[in-house]
């Protein structure tokens, strides 16, 4: 039972990865929108989404008391983690924010250390390091006259969404519904964003909109799927596949932007996979030997 949790939990991360490269490629076609007005659209769409799936299945609205805490401190993180991710999207290369928002793997099992006391071991340790190694080799960042404001702030992005991942975890063991903690993280975020998105409000094309939608829709989906993930297995054992979005994102970039990856992007592919099915292997027959 425990190996197709697992299992479960590793298919709904990588089709979360998906989705999230999906929704960057629709932020960065929308054009010049103000960083809030992407992120309240980023958001919108969930809510509804994700109330529909609350009125389908009879769930109320006031969560678990046991969760209240965990499932606002998500969205909280979760947010933070968004608007400083796409603040630094607008101001670094993309291939530098990419890198500074894929260290979130890192602080999901450092977060899971001290909250749920979920420690990884040295080989797991090994592996996703050995993952992010290859992220390197595929975004070549080079920070050069890079805007040290943006940096940071594309540093704790990925540092804010590794603490929210690791909330979603927590709200699930205290029996919060994942379909309950993305409504309360989108519903969350468009009330934050919307007095903020007054004061730079630009009118869109039909075109921004429909990119828009299109982000919402991606995201929405992504959300679901990482939040069921993390509910299913522990952060050092699925967290890796988080990176699979680098090579999700190189596909879409070749496909609608014309991007052709060079020889460093394919070592890093290679790597990424190769460092995917290591933990693979590590985390199935660690399962197996603890049923024997």
């Known amino acids: 039972m425990k190996l197709k949790r697992l299992h479960n939990a590793i298919i ?26 992407k992120t309240f659209f980023r ?27 965990d499932i606002l401190l998500r969205a909280a993180f979760g947010y933070s983690g968004v608007i400083l991710n796409f603040y630094a999207i ?12 894929k260290m979130s793997p890192f602080f999901v099992i450092l977060f899971s250390t001290f909250l749920l006391k979920e420690r990884a071991n040295k080989i797991q340790w090994a592996i996703i390091i050995t993952a992010f190694i290859g992220a390197l080799f595929v975004i ?40 309950y903690i993305v409504f ?38 992504a959300q679901f799927c990482i939040t069921t993930a993390y509910s299913y297995a522990p952060a050092k054992e699925v967290s890796i596949y988080d990176y699979s979005q680098i090579i999700f994102a190189a596909g879409l970039g070749f496909i609608v932007f014309g991007q052709i990856p ?24 660690h399962h197996e030997e603890k049923t024997e």
């Open 12 to 37: 709904c991360l990588i089709i979360s990865a998906f989705f999230f490269a999906l929704m960057n490629m629709f932020v960065r076609l929308s054009g010049d929108v103000p960083t809030i007005e």
């Open 43 to 69: 958001n919108l769409v969930a809510v509804f989404i994700a109330a529909g799936v609350m009125i389908k299945n009879r769930c109320s609205i006031i969560p678990p008391k046991g969760a209240r805490l």
């Open 90 to 101: 607008d101001r670094l290369p993309l291939s530098d924010a990419s890198l500074l928002n």
């Open 140 to 179: 070549k960042p080079t920070f050069q006259n890079a805007d040290l404001t943006a940096s940071i702030a594309g540093f704790f992005g990925g540092m804010c969404a590794g603490a929210a991942y690791t909330f979603v975890r927590r709200a699930t063991n205290h029996g919060a519904k994942g379909y």
């Open 184 to 221: 309360f993280f989108s519903a969350f975020s468009s009330l934050v964003a919307l007095p903020l998105m007054m004061f730079d409000f630009k009118p869109l094309s039909w075109y921004q909109f429909l990119m828009l939608i299109g982000a919402g829709t991606s995201a929405a989906i």
């Open 262 to 285: 060079d020889v460093f992007s394919f070592i890093g592919y290679a790597i990424i996979i190769a460092a995917a099915f290591a933990m693979s292997r590590y985390n199935n027959r």
